[in-house]
């Protein structure tokens, strides 16, 4: 059986539910800071997600607000300091330990570590909103468990732009074709496709219904082996989750079908 030269990982939604209880909760603490009455509820933000990136999601909530700034050159400028702010806020969430991986994440990273399989990070957020979030869940040396690291500070184009992934998989040393993706959302698996990479879906708390094509497997998280399409690989290890042994029997499904 063909084994990925890497595992590229998504980070918001995919490693961990930062979207709904970490980003969202700290927009609404920026929202209170700057003395604005407003509030994302999970519903809205959820709509949000279809605008790709922080600060343009702010900007796109603007534009549609009646009590918002109606020059434009004003709401750029609300955005740009409220996304400040909840970056600073987004950081202490995460660094109180309030946020943690998702089930079968932390038992999948490892095994991939102990098994010499290179890491990379593919994600369009910025370095210090990762960094807060992995040195609270792997501790400070985080960063020495991926052999690349690609954020939103090294890219021109957010997801589905597929910059993320070019970037990544030349870092690594890897062609495309020989790396598998980690994903949760419709613009994360597009943006890897578009690079070439297999992708297998994570499906997160925003995403569980949406439609996603082209994975080569799709399900509702690692911390389990129900629910997967196709069905984790019989040689699997049954620990109660999906092992690296499943993501090698959909990478190679996803390379010879």
């Known amino acids: 059986m063909r084994m990925p030269r890497a595992i590229v990982w998504d980070v918001d939604g995919t490693l961990a539910e930062t979207e709904r209880d ?12 700057h003395g604005l009455p407003w509030h994302w509820d999970e ?19 603007l534009e549609r607000r009646p009590d918002g700034p109606a020059d434009a050159a004003a709401r750029q400028d609300l955005a740009r300091a409220l996304h400040q702010t909840k970056n600073r806020l987004y ?14 994440v932390p038992e999948l990273l490892a095994e991939c570590r102990a098994r010499g399989v290179p890491m990379g990070i593919a994600t369009t957020s910025s370095r210090a909103n990762v960094a807060a979030l992995l040195a609270s869940r792997l501790g400070a040396d985080w960063a020495r468990w991926f052999d690349a690291i690609v954020c939103g500070e090294d890219v021109s184009g957010k997801k589905p732009d597929p910059e993320a992934y070019d970037k990544v998989t030349a870092a690594l040393g890897v062609s495309a074709g020989t790396a598998l993706a980690i994903e ?12 070439g990479l297999p992708v297998v879906v994570t499906r997160s708390h925003y995403f569980r219904d949406a439609a996603i094509d082209g994975a080569v497997a799709i399900g509702p998280g690692f911390g389990q082996r129900d629910g997967w399409v196709p069905p984790p690989a019989a040689e699997g290890t049954a620990t109660g989750g999906v092992s690296f042994d499943d993501l090698r029997a959909w990478f190679t499904r996803g390379v010879y079908r």
Not at 92 to 103: E, Q
Not at 184 to 195: C, N, T, V
Request: cysteine-free; proline content about 5%; overall charge positive.
């Open 22 to 33: 970490g980003h969202r909760v700290a927009f609404n603490e920026a929202f209170a800071r």
């Open 43 to 61: 519903a809205h933000y959820g709509d949000l997600l279809r605008v790709a990136g922080g600060r343009e999601r702010l900007v796109h909530d």
């Open 91 to 104: 950081a202490d969430i995460v660094g109180s330990g309030r946020i943690p991986l998702r089930p079968g």
């Open 184 to 195: 949760d959302s419709p613009d994360g698996a597009a943006a890897a496709r578009k690079a």
